[in-house]
């Protein structure tokens, strides 16, 4: 299920996020992402944006952390 991908990968990178710039964060996760549960995932992160996408059903997630709200879908 999409939740356990979310807090599997999620949780290796988080020690990272606070120190990285949002691009930085965001390539990690998606190389994460890609590595482990086939490409392509795509994230976006920051404080302030918005968004319209599509998506594959039930691999999409958007959820604040630490002030910043990431993004993840498939």
């Keep these: 299920a999409f939740e356990s991908v979310n ?3 999620f949780e290796k990178e988080k020690h990272a996020f ?5 691009s930085d964060f965001c390539r990690r996760l998606k190389y994460s992402l ?3 549960y086939k490409p392509s995932w795509h994230v976006i992160s920051g404080e302030n944006y918005g968004s ?3 998506h594959v059903k039930g691999t999409s997630i958007v959820f604040c952390f630490e002030g ?3 993004t993840i879908f498939k």
């Design 52 to 54: 319209f996408f599509t």
């Design 34 to 36: 890609d590595t482990f």
């Design 7 to 9: 807090h599997d990968v």
């Design 68 to 70: 910043k709200w990431i």
């Design 18 to 22: 606070k120190a990285d710039k949002d």
